[in-house]
Structures are given as structure tokens and as C-alpha cells.
């Protein structure tokens, strides 16, 4: 048992936030965070890999940004907060899709008929597209360089000549149509 499991969240971050850069901090948060995260996002992702891919990259960027959080509520709602949205970054990234995708024609090889929630998985992935293709042509640019080439907001902003600042309004003005469209679509499909 660690020393830091006596400290509260609050207190935690506090110590990560310090100038002391504390890694015993950090480690406390992963210890206590990481398996319920874990189980939470494999009820959305079967792909354990994936799942931790998405937590290692959620943790290391904690790290990173220890000085900058804004936690305004709690540290349990934040890191929650963070694994749906990288999970629906996922999805719409098209990771997912992509995934079951594959699986279907798997099984459409190997003879086994379609169910009906490969076919909602079909009809997610067209959706996704059909949104894209929709997009104003800037925005669309800047989803498709963030999302499919996974470019930085720099590297977006200088190869499309705009600023950064107009970058991150692209993306979030993409996620704000997907994020509905996804999501009434999630609730139905059975594997969520």
C-alpha cells in the first residue's frame, strides 16, 4: 500500500499540479483509477488492446498537462469524462468501425450470416461518413487531418494555412454534429 493512498483526490492533484512534479502522486492516481477505467471502457471496446491504448495515452497525457488541468469537478468525473470522449474519438476516428468492419467480412468469408447488429455497425460507419462528407470543406479538412491522419493542431493549422485557435473550433464544431448521430446509434446497437 502506498504512503499517498491516505490523500484524497483533491490533494493529489494538488501535489501533481506542484512545482515537486510528483510522480508518487501520479503513480497513487493510476493505481486507483486504471482497473475501474479499465472495466468501464471494455464495456464499450472489446478490444483490451484498444482499451489500453486508450488509457495509456489518457494517463501519459495527465502527465504532460499535470500543470494545466482544470478539474472543476472531481478527479473520478474528469478521468470518466476523458475515457468517453477518447472512446467516441475512437469511434469516430473509425478505429472501431474498422475493426468490426473487418470482423463481418470475416464472417461473411467464413459463411455465417450477418446479424443484425453487424448491420447497425454497417450503418454506423456510413452515417460517420455520410456526416463527414457534409461538413463544410474546411472543417471537413481539419476532422480528416486530426481524426484519419492524426496530425497535431499545429501541423494542421500550418499545412492548411489558419491558426490553431480556428483549428480547434473545426474540431469541436465536427465532434458537435458526430457526437448526436453517434451516440443515438450506440444506444441501440446491443454490443454497448
Same mark, same amino acid.
Request: proline share 3%; glycine share 2%; aromatic share 10%.
Given at each position: 500500500? *502506498?504512503?499517498?493512498?491516505?490523500? *484524497?483526490?483533491?490533494?493529489?492533484?494538488?501535489?501533481?499540479? *506542484?512545482?515537486?512534479?510528483?510522480?508518487?502522486? /501520479?503513480?497513487?492516481?493510476?493505481?486507483? /483509477?486504471?482497473?475501474?477505467?479499465?472495466? +468501464?471502457? =471494455?464495456?464499450?471496446?472489446?478490444?483490451?488492446?484498444?482499451?489500453?491504448?486508450?488509457? +495509456?495515452? =489518457?494517463?501519459?497525457?495527465?502527465?504532460?498537462?499535470?500543470?494545466?488541468? $482544470?478539474?472543476?469537478?472531481?478527479?473520478?468525473?474528469?478521468?470518466?469524462?476523458?475515457?468517453?470522449?477518447?472512446?467516441?474519438?475512437?469511434?469516430?476516428?473509425?478505429?472501431?468501425?474498422?475493426?468490426?468492419?473487418?470482423?463481418?467480412?470475416?464472417?461473411?468469408?467464413?459463411?455465417?450470416?450477418?446479424? $443484425?447488429?453487424?448491420?447497425?455497425?454497417? %450503418?454506423?460507419?456510413?452515417?460517420?461518413?455520410?456526416?463527414?462528407?457534409?461538413?463544410?470543406?474546411?472543417?471537413?479538412?481539419?476532422?480528416?487531418?486530426?481524426?484519419?491522419? %492524426?496530425?497535431?493542431?499545429? %501541423?494542421?493549422?500550418?499545412?492548411?494555412?489558419?491558426?490553431?485557435?480556428?483549428?480547434?473550433? +473545426?474540431?469541436?464544431?465536427?465532434?458537435?454534429?458526430?457526437?448526436?448521430?453517434?451516440?443515438?446509434?450506440?444506444?441501440?446497437?446491443?454490443?454497448?
Amino acid at each position: 500500500m *502506498s504512503v499517498y493512498s491516505i490523500y *484524497s483526490d483533491k490533494e493529489l492533484l494538488l501535489f501533481l499540479e *506542484s512545482d515537486r512534479n510528483d510522480k508518487h502522486a /501520479y503513480a497513487e492516481i493510476y493505481m486507483r /483509477y486504471m482497473p475501474a477505467l479499465q472495466v +468501464h471502457a =471494455l464495456q464499450k471496446i472489446k478490444s483490451k488492446d484498444d482499451v489500453n491504448d486508450i488509457l +495509456h495515452e =489518457l494517463f501519459i497525457k495527465l502527465w504532460d498537462n499535470r500543470k494545466f488541468l $482544470e478539474v472543476t469537478t472531481s478527479l473520478s468525473a474528469y478521468l470518466y469524462t476523458a475515457v468517453k470522449n477518447r472512446i467516441l474519438n475512437y469511434i469516430i476516428r473509425g478505429d472501431f468501425v474498422k475493426d468490426y468492419i473487418s470482423s463481418i467480412q470475416d464472417y461473411i468469408q467464413r459463411g455465417v450470416p450477418i446479424t $443484425e447488429q453487424q448491420v447497425m455497425l454497417n %450503418e454506423l460507419q456510413s452515417i460517420i461518413n455520410k456526416e463527414v462528407k457534409a461538413m463544410p470543406k474546411q472543417m471537413r479538412q481539419v476532422f480528416e487531418l486530426s481524426r484519419f491522419e %492524426e496530425l497535431s493542431h499545429k %501541423e494542421i493549422a500550418l499545412r492548411l494555412h489558419i491558426t490553431e485557435g480556428t483549428v480547434k473550433v +473545426h474540431i469541436n464544431n465536427a465532434l458537435k454534429i458526430l457526437r448526436p448521430k453517434i451516440k443515438s446509434l450506440i444506444i441501440v446497437i446491443p454490443f454497448f
